[in-house]
Each structure stands twice: as structure tokens, then as C-alpha cells.
């Protein structure tokens, strides 16, 4: 028995969405696969799959139960079958008993609150359900009728969904003459909501264009890092990878925030020269300082190589002789560890 087919045989309807790296929806076959161990998690996130699960039954209006799911991943990301199926137990436990209690469920994570309203403004357009109040009030704030500095009142649920709803009501566009207006708070949330959407030329324009404002008057880790994650699924190419090659080459990429970030969340961009500079500024992270650089180094690639295509790209990149002699260290501390690992197994 599967997570999918138990929710199909008590007659109720399933969405799967991906919460590691980004939220997006994982088609009912592509999981369907996975949990029959025909195929590894499309986009593994530190050894784990990280999974929404929300399911409904339409002869039950207004009824519908949320799973939050960390799925481990075999060194192929194949799910590892025995804790899928303790939670599986846990279920049917509910089910069969619903008013004792039973305790947490396996593998049961809570997402923070960020990700939480965006996971619920898009639950809410799947079960085909009107947004909140909280959707009018930023959507004025967006059109500057309530004061650039007014922004304390909104809550991440609004802005949640208008990132969620941005093909609706105007929205992009609305988001494209704003984002160079408002302060950085407001608008680094709303930068990060942005890589579980793709943001239109228009936007990705205007993007852009505050990133260059933002740099110009000295940015924060976290600036860089909302930058990045914003444009990391943009329709323009190559507009995001000009940002990516612009945050790489400013004294802050050598953050663990931003590097994370452009890790995490631009893989897609990292190859060939843009990979060797990623791993050059990576080496050169700012834990070097406290002799933890090497740490940086060695989890952010491991992530990285967990990624379809990227282990063959980064090993690639190791074996350049551009490479400098500081990347030339972190490789070899990795390979240490690697092998210190190895010897610890056997």
C-alpha cells in the first residue's frame, strides 16, 4: 500500500506538492513512481524528500486533510519504504480510532511559517476556494494606495497569495511597478515567494532593476540571497543567469546565506564557467575565517550532487586546471572526508 493508493480507495481526491527546494506540484504519476521505487525523487533536498500532501473528497465540501512529509532518500534518492509505510500505519491508526490520541505522525515535519501560507494560498485555489481578506489588503498596498511604509499591517498570507494568484487579477504587473518601491522587508518576502512561481519578462525586468539599485546602495546577505531565489525559475533565461553571474561576483556572495541560496534554488544555472565561479566563491566562504569554511564547502556540494546531472557537472569542475589553488584545497579536504567516511563504513 502507497500514500496514493490508500487516499484513492477511500475515494478522495490528491495533489502532491514538492516543499524542499521550492513549492511546485509533483504530478500523481511521478509519485505514484517513486513510492513504488520506480524512480528516484525528482528534486531531493538533503537526503529527504520533502513533501505537501493534501487531499479532499469532493462528496464532503469544505473537508480536507494536509500532510507534511520528510521522506528519506536512499544515496540514488529512492525512497526508503519502512518509514513511508510507519506513517501509513499511523494512519489508518487515525482513521480506525479517530478520537484517540495517537501521538505525532513518522516522518511528519512542520514547515515554517513562510512556507506554510504559501502552501495553504495554494491549497486554497486548488479546492477552488475564494482567497482570503488578506489578498485585497496587499493588493492595495501593491498599487501604493496605502503608503510605501505602511507595510507593517500586511501578513505573509496576503502576500502569499498574490504570488500564488500572480496570473489573476493583474498581479504581475501590479508586482512589477512595485517591487522597486517598497523597503526591504516587505519586499524580500515577496522575493522569495517568487521562486515557487516564473515571473514573467515584465517582472523579471523590474527585478532586475531594483537588484542593480539595491547593489548600488550596498546590499545585505539576505538581499542577494531574496534576489536569487526570486528569479531562480524566470521564463528569461538569460536574464537570470546575468543576476546570478552579477551576485557571484560582489564581495556578499561569500555568505553561507546567499551560497545556500544560489545552491539550493539555482542549480539549474550552475553549470560550466558559472559553476566554477559558484565553487570558487564557495571555497572562499566567509567560515573560512573561523576554520569552518571547509564544512560549507563540503555539505553545499554534497547537496548539490544529490541533483540530477550535477555530480557529473561538479566533478567536471574539479578536474579544470582554471581551478584556483583555494578551490584546489576545499577539493581536496572534501575528497578526505569522503574517504574518512568511507573507512568509517567498512
Given amino acids: 500500500m502507497t500514500i496514493s493508493q490508500l487516499v484513492e480507495k ?84 487515525v482513521v480506525a480510532d479517530p478520537d484517540k490520541e495517537h501521538g505525532e505522525a513518522p516522518c511528519s515535519f512542520k514547515p515554517d511559517q513562510s512556507r506554510m501560507a504559501y502552501f495553504h494560498a495554494i491549497a486554497l485555489m486548488t479546492l477552488g476556494q475564494p482567497a482570503t481578506q488578506y489578498y485585497s489588503t496587499t493588493r492595495a498596498y501593491l498599487s501604493g494606495d496605502l ?19 500572480i496570473g489573476q487579477d493583474n498581479n504581475e504587473a501590479l508586482l512589477a511597478q512595485a517591487i522597486g518601491q517598497m523597503p526591504a522587508v516587505p519586499r524580500n518576502v515577496i522575493l522569495g515567494y517568487l521562486e ?3 515571473p514573467g519578462h515584465e517582472l523579471t525586468v523590474a527585478v ?46 561569500r555568505s553561507v546565506e546567499v551560497l545556500a541560496a544560489l545552491g539550493s534554488r539555482c542549480w539549474q544555472d550552475l553549470s560550466g564557467e558559472r559553476l566554477l565561479a559558484y565553487l570558487e566563491v ?48 576545499a577539493i581536496g579536504e572534501l575528497m578526505s572526508l569522503v574517504a574518512n567516511a568511507d573507512q568509517t563504513v567498512k
Wanted: proline share 6%.
Fill in 147 to 165: 503608503g510605501w511604509d505602511n507595510w507593517q499591517q500586511l501578513g505573509l498570507q496576503g502576500l502569499a497569495e498574490v504570488i500564488a494568484r
Fill in 10 to 93: 477511500s475515494g478522495a481526491q490528491i495533489r502532491i506538492f514538492d516543499l524542499g527546494r521550492r513549492i511546485e506540484k509533483i504530478s500523481r504519476k511521478d509519485f505514484a513512481d517513486f513510492e513504488q521505487l520506480a524512480k528516484p525523487y525528482p528534486v531531493p533536498y538533503l537526503k529527504h524528500a520533502w513533501v505537501g500532501v493534501l487531499s479532499w473528497n469532493p462528496k464532503q465540501a469544505g473537508q480536507h486533510n494536509i500532510w507534511f512529509l520528510k521522506l528519506p532518500l536512499d544515496e540514488q534518492n529512492i525512497l526508503q519504504p519502512g518509514p513511508r509505510d510507519a506513517f501509513l500505519e499511523h494512519w489508518l491508526r
Fill in 208 to 253: 532586475n532593476d531594483c537588484l542593480s539599485q539595491v547593489v548600488a546602495s550596498g546590499p545585505e546577505a539576505g538581499d542577494l540571497a531574496a534576489f536569487a531565489r526570486a528569479l531562480s525559475c524566470s521564463v528569461n533565461i538569460q536574464q537570470r543567469q546575468l543576476l546570478l553571474q552579477a551576485i557571484l561576483a560582489h564581495p556578499v556572495s
Fill in 282 to 329: 564557495l571555497a572562499d566562504n566567509e567560515e573560512s575565517e573561523k576554520g569552518q569554511g571547509a564544512q560549507v564547502f563540503c555539505a553545499l556540494v554534497a547537496d548539490l550532487m544529490t541533483l540530477p546531472g550535477m555530480r557529473e557537472q561538479i566533478l567536471q569542475a574539479f578536474r579544470t586546471p582554471e581551478r584556483s589553488d583555494k578551490l584546489s584545497r
Fill in 196 to 198: 515557487n512561481v516564473q
